[in-house]
């Protein structure tokens, strides 16, 4: 047995902070490597030595076997854990790290390299009664030999590249007559995605769910199951949802399945952690295998929450070479565990990452719930790496206990900053399909209205305006009570309506907010509908309002014209705020030009008795940091200056005239 005392991760973002979580529970040293993009982030302060291993691109840092090993030696470690992703199941790394004298936490390079090739896993799971989803995977890679068996197996077929991975190089073919054109596009794909052209030939499980089982193994030739995730809730081949137990598995048909899983780990010599992927047809009860994954999942923490095990110290133990702790009876899964993979992607436009800064990130407090993050209040989402922000993992005694609880935390988490699938989410889970576990793998495609999803909520975009409209009003008025030249009262007090526009749904909405104040309360009149609005209380941050009786506490963060709205009815609203003081509606006296809001002089680039052209700029004007020119309405001449520069004035100061 060898003692890991130090582990490097060869990873970054949450699953490092995962690993690392671990190590110190149990004494273990960590180094956590960063490249540019991630030095601020929060797994290298969390690790007890962090590495800097070079430039952003993963080519130059996370995938940079070299630097890794580098960094390994120069720290001490004597283990490398690889997390997902990256190096994890990259068998020439596996192999190094042997050579190098140094523990890889995760299976022997033999069983990685068996898992690699989708036609080779095919092959030695058929080979081990494994049952496979119909198909051919052999050597002969000639169009007709592809096209025969896809004619063979029955449309519709799955051609899917034996390097693919993660989603990519899949493409079902429903007809003879597409077949072959399907054929050589594929092979196209996959030779510049994954530099190899070889591909199998499947039957599509139209309505198929994704169950797959959670495998572990030792050095003594042990290998256990741990139950089942079922992850058929997928968006491009990929997961967006997992939960455990599955809703729809009959206990006769897990112990099968568990058993499949068990052959596959064995004919493996399989000695880590790593996962049986099964397609399964609920109405004929069959399941077929599609995959072996040689790593820690990204939705592993499901399996620990029904079961209580810790994953990541089973993997070093394993890598240790000690025999498994647990015995294929002991292993038990208690309640429900449900996970969502909160994402920097847009659910309206086909589910496109995402960048830049979550300027607010807060967690709501719900017993059960586990948050796998790196991201914090200022984070970045930057091109580089993917888009998860983080995983949201609920647990209770029941499945609907379960449920509940996510729809609270997805409600009540704070994401502010870009757009996130954090309400795409929410819809999913309030979907009575979903509910009661009655869906497959195509219910995001087949189930949901991607362009409609997020109009359900009553009064969105209202109620989000009224949010902005008077959080700004609120900053203003605190900025004020440093104005000392403007009387006091004022503020209080305006009868006249005042308008702002907002821009809603990318920009193709417009709303426009009319308000004003009297007797201590807002009245808001959006279209035809009027708002009684309370005030109750504004940071920067948030405002409580009272909308026709009922309060509300929105949570808002601002960035120049751009408002993020979030409250836990409506969810996220991204607003812009139209230019507020059109030239048009400057000019409210014959030649008069007035302040539009309580600013400062910022310059006055004319004088009285200079000539203007139309456009021309008269004043600077600032408030709020932004920045706003008052411009000549039409050809004239100066006839005076009221405002002088550095002076504050109130909204209505005259100016300057023109005639
Ligand atoms: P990858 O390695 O890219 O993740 P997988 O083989 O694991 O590819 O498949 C990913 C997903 O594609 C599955 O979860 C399932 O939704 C779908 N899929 C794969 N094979 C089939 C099939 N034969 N029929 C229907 N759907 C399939």
New binding site residues.
Partial sequence: MQNINTILIANRGEIASRVIRTCRKMGIKSIAVFSEADRHASFVEQADVAVFIGESTPAASYLDQDKIIAAAKKTGANAIHPGYGFLSENVSFAKRCETEGLIFIGPNPAAIDAMGS?SKAKALMKEHKVPV?P?YQGDDQSVATLTKAAKKIGFPV?L?ATA???????RIVHEAKEIKTAIAAAKRESKSAFGDDELIV?????S?R?IEFQIFGDKHGNAIHILERE??I?RR???VIEESPSPVLAEKVRKKMGQAAVQAAKALQYDNAGTV?F?YDEQSQEF?F??VNTRLQVEHPVTEEVTGLDLVQMQIESAQGMPLAVQQEEIEGIGYAIECRLYAEDAHNDFLPVTGTIQRFEIPDVDGLRVETAIRSGSEISIYYDPMIAKLIVWDNTRQGAMRKMQYVLRNLVCLGITTNQDFLLHLLENPDFQVGNYD?HFIQNKIDLNNFANTKENKNTFACIAACLHEWQQRESKRTLLRSIPSGWRSNFSNYQQTTYLVAKGEEEIVVKYRFQKNAFTFLLGETTYKVQLIDATKEHCRLEIDGLQYLFNIAQNGQHYFVHNEAIGGVPLIQKERFPAKEIAKVEGGYEAPMPSQIIKVLVSAGQEVKSGDALIILSSMKMENTIEAEKDGLVEEVYASEGSNVEAGFLLLKIT
Avoid: D, N, P
């Avoid at 693919?164 to 899949?170: F, N, S």
């Avoid at 499947?202 to 139209?206: D, F, G, L, P, T």
């Fill in positions: 989708k989803v198909g799955l899917k693919g991975g993660g989603g990519k190089g899949m499947e039957k599509y499980i139209a198929g994704h992850c058929s997928q081949y990929q997961k992927e397609i077929y599609l995959e793998t």
